[in-house]
Structures are given as C-alpha cells and as structure tokens.
C-alpha cells in the first residue's frame, strides 16, 4: 500500500456518495499490494471522486471508504476495465471475505485538535 | 479494544444508515482503550443498533463504521450520556482529528469465499 498522509477525508458538501469497502484478506501478498497502489493511483482520475479513507487492522479486518460526488462517479469507477479486472482477482485470490454498503451521505462533521468547534457541514 | 470476531458485519436490507468515523489518535492510551471496550458494549443496547466494523492502521488512520437501522437508532445512540462524554473526552484527549459522515445505505453485498456468486440485497 502506498504511504497515505495521516489524515482524514475531510467532509464535503452533501449529498455525496460514500462506498463502504470492509474485507479480511487470504494470507500472503500474490501481488494484492501493487495492485492495490495502481487502484489507488487509477480512481483519482475519476472525476467525482473526492478521497479515500484506509485502515487495516494486522491480521484483521480491512476498511475502505470511498467517496465519490454522485453514482455517476461509482459506475464509472465500476466500469473501468483494470478495475474489474483487480475486483475479479480479488475474489479468486486475495479476499477471504468482503461486503460492501454504498450508501449517500446526508451530512458530515470533522475536529481537528486547536480547533474551537466542529465545522459542520450539514 | 476488545477483540472482534474477524469478519465484516454482513448486508442488512436497506436502507439502513452508516455512520462513519475516521480518526488520528494522540499519542499514548490515555483510558481509551477501556472507555472504547465500554462504548462498543453500550452501543449493543440501542435497538436498531446492527453492527460495527472497526479498523486501524498502527500508527495511522483509524476507520470506524457503526452501521443503525433508522435516524432514531442513530438519534438514541447520540443521547447516551456515557457516550457523550466519551465524545467529549476524545475530543480533549484522544483525537488529534477525525470525521464523520452520516450516510443512508443504498446498497450492499458481500463475497464469501467458497460461494460462488455475490449475494445482493439491494
């Protein structure tokens, strides 16, 4: 996985599209983490596509949270054709188990320490 | 944290709400670790309360998804006292940052491996 900058995704204004990625890996790496960077580097030149939350607990479970400005966003990250191919890979090699919530985001809220108050975005 | 079966919480039928907390941590424990057991003890009360998929990258990010079956569930979660001031506490010690996104699922499903095709809810 490449090195992320140790930062939330900041909300955005809603309504906006949060895709919900939760998953628990097959051992070993086959190749998972240089895939994982090229989807990475890939689904920033979707348009619509407004960041990327990751964490994985060692040996447990995974969470990804994508956000994307509208479901036009989502089909056309579906659509793309190294995307399907890594979802496909996924399933034959590097997932035990996944699920997946795609769900639109009625309001949002972020604290950053020095901060007063919440910035609410709602 | 106490330890987490290692699967993610299964689709229910939508809609159904996520809410998502994405963190930074200060350094050192500070108490978190017993009042998060004790939140995630709590949390199994609120009717409505479906599940929780947690993930956290040493040192990184942490990703947190609380998953409620309606605005109410979310509703009576957010007037438990004792969560209240587990809140407020996080924001006085705990939290470098964080974010939250409160979004309605759409869609979900899941791949287990050993199963041969995706199981929809949608």
Known sequence: MSDHPVAPVAPHEPPYYAVVFTSVRTDGD?????????????????????????????????????????????????????????????????????????AKVERSYAFERGHAVDEGVE
């Open 30 to 102: 086959n190749g998972y983490g240089e895939t994982a960077d090229r989807m990475e580097e890939l689904v920033q030149e979707i348009p619509g596509f407004l960041g990327m939350d990751i964490a994985r607990t060692p040996g447990g479970l995974g969470v990804t949270v994508g956000y994307f400005r509208d479901e036009d966003a989502i089909k056309e990250w579906r659509a793309v054709l190294d995307h399907r191919a890594a979802q496909s890979r996924g399933r034959a090699e590097w997932y035990e188990r996944y699920a997946v919530h795609v």
